[in-house]
DNA sequence: ATGGCTTGCACAAACGATTGTGCTGATACA
DNA sequence: TGTATCAGCACAATCGTTTGTGCAAGCCAT
């Protein structure tokens, strides 16, 4: 070992053993075969590179083979423990593969996201996966155009859409739906997100199609919120609870729109779920030690963040056409705690809320 | 606007005009001046880039200037609330600067946390910030040595001590022995986390301290726990209520000690804080809305890893000398909720638990 | 002995930027 | 007229890799 403070490059290697820095890079990169190198030459370089803890320097390498190894992330939120997780896992779906991870907050504005994928084009990453903030998706069609693989996650964007791995939103709207009915609920309250995103729209449809499937009427379901966040959330429970004084449960169609209206909820000191029933979508971590344990539609998070990051790279190395379309659905589950009552059979039924 | 496929580079520009590449490179740097390039020419230079949409490669001008203008950033575990508030500072704060940041999650172990570190080494990070798993840092200090700038937040490791942000943890420790005093409490039980880091030391020695210069010896304050893990949280309170029936109080080093043991109160039937207060270390968002409204002593989280960057910054732009120690102290505060009650006082003062 | 084939490596050109050092023409001055 | 000075730019090296091609030496066959 000759730790001489430099670090070694390819130079190094080459002067010590006498011989010319492209013998070396062929022998370091298994090419000594195609390139007849002699097998005694290879276990010298290779000896030589260990002994001078030779490590091919990246940003060389990135700048000749136009691969950094490295890829973007770019979260609405990353404090949001729904898009935190989905780091962790991308992450380390990442390291497994010997790529570095980008990350950047849009903190919810298009104009941060696109400015975001703007630094990572330039930063020349190999791949993007994106959890979109909204509904345009000029800023990531780029990218496709470009060249640059990209997938987003639990939003799908662009026409005809990016690649995606998302949750079944569908069916966790229909879950959600055949659920609340179950318990004897019939005069329910729809807390939504961001109108015209497609986990909402889907949510929504699929609930509201659900709920007509068992006698209640679209028209007969209030519905408010106008974006993915918690005081929006809080808004639009306390619009509801105002316009709405009937309902007996509330669907909320994220893990922070919920928390917004369990905050309102509290305010008002009404009992959940003794004068008001909760189903949230979204688990996260301390749901089950909420003042009322809350009883959700669950996507697998952790799965989200690996499977963008495997479908990235299939298109990365090529094993996916990058225009072929990638759609990923994962399954959804009910995640019974105590935030919906029964609710006794009333005489009220399909009176308009 | 000229959008012939490719990317401008220098060449292109310089193409266009007729001139050569070292002049654009100067013109666009503003080193027009240092180099008496004419103005017009200079004019002629900003114009044609700006048509070009030319903006310079981050990779090539990594290589020739050795400076990546990116950071690295290595956390525990990205998914836990209170890493992922640091990282969403941490990106923001480098946004502000021109800086990427390549996140790495070390899962909490010390090997991985190691590789990591090498890993950004390699890819020649200007600076980094790490959240220390454990109790060693020789790769950290290796890093120093290698003239690489770090800076350590929440934890302090190293001799002498790295440059760090954290948080005043004696102050919180002395602020919840306080607390709970006047509460009346004085059998009190400590959730510790992982013995002989710094923030578990500070906070558990101030504690103690502090609740001796009230009469309580440090022999009367019943210890358990081996890290900072919701499963050792867990098993510590179980520990602890098993041995020392007697305990009114407890304190929790951390929030997912806390939470490790309001599942075991929880699930054991125990009321809090009817039948057992709990005051934890470290807020998060969804505290106020647990069971019991958690009260914490809360750490400035934001600031931490805004903070941190800052300092790195410092040293990166050679503000702050990299030899100098840096040791940024937060305030602390006590976010009174419902989780802490008021213990009548009692005859048993004083008696061993 | 000579031509051709293989073996085993070296040379040099990229990749796209920065930067020290020339080089040319014009002006000024003696 | 000769030369010193200066403005205004070009040339070329450099960062550390990868990779197409060239080129000697050895071997075989004729």
Redesign the interface.
């Known amino acids: 070992m000759a730790g001489n403070g430099q670090r070694a490059t390819l130079r190094t290697v080459a002067e010590r053993l006498g011989i010319s820095v492209s013998t070396v890079s062929r022998a370091l990169s298994g090419q000594g075969g195609r390139y007849r190198i002699r097998p005694e030459t290879v276990g010298a370089v290779r000896a030589a590179a260990a002994d001078l803890q030779f ?1 091919p ?4 390498r ?2 000749r083979m136009r691969r ?1 190894h ?1 890829l973007g ?1 770019v979260v609405p ?5 729904f898009f ?2 989905i ?2 896992s991308v ?2 779906a990442a ?1 497994l593969r010997g790529h ?6 849009s ?1 919810e504005t298009t104009e941060r996201e696109a400015e ?1 994928v703007r ?2 084009m ?3 990453v190999d791949g993007l996966i994106v959890c979109p903030v909204g509904l345009r998706a000029d800023h990531l069609e780029a990218c496709r155009a470009g060249g640059l693989p990209v997938v987003v996650a639990d939003r799908i964007v662009g026409s005809p859409p990016l690649p995606f791995v998302a949750a079944d939103n569908a069916a966790g709207g229909r879950m959600a739906a055949a659920y609340l009915v179950k318990r004897g609920h019939r005069r329910i309250g729809l807390l939504q997100g961001l109108p015209g995103s497609t986990p909402n729209e889907e949510r929504k449809t699929a609930f509201l199609a659900e709920l007509a499937r068992h006698g209640i009427p679209r028209r007969l379901v209030p519905v408010a919120g106008e974006e993915f966040s918690e005081a929006a959330g809080a808004g639009a429970a306390s619009a509801l609870l105002d316009r709405h004084p009937g309902l007996t449960a509330l669907f909320a169609l994220s893990n922070v729109v919920a ?1 917004g209206a ?2 309102v909820l ?1 305010a008002r000191g009404i009992s959940v779920p003794r004068d008001l029933s909760i189903l949230g979508f979204d688990d ?3 749901a ?6 809350l009883t959700v539609i669950a996507q697998p998070v952790e799965d989200l963040g690996r499977r963008a990051a495997e479908t990235l790279f299939d298109r990365i190395e090529g094993r996916a056409p990058s225009r072929a379309r990638a759609a990923v659905r994962l399954p959804v589950r009910l995640v019974e705690r105590a935030s919906v009552a029964a609710q006794p059979p009333d005489a009220t039924k399909g009176t308009r809320p």
């Open positions: 490590r320097d990246p940003v060389a990135g700048l950094t490295s992330l939120d990353a404090a949001n423990p935190a997780e780091a962790a992450a380390d390291r570095a991870v980008l990350l950047c907050d903190r975001a630094l990572l330039d930063r020349k928390m369990l905050r509290a996260h971590p301390y089950a030690l909420l003042a009322t344990p």
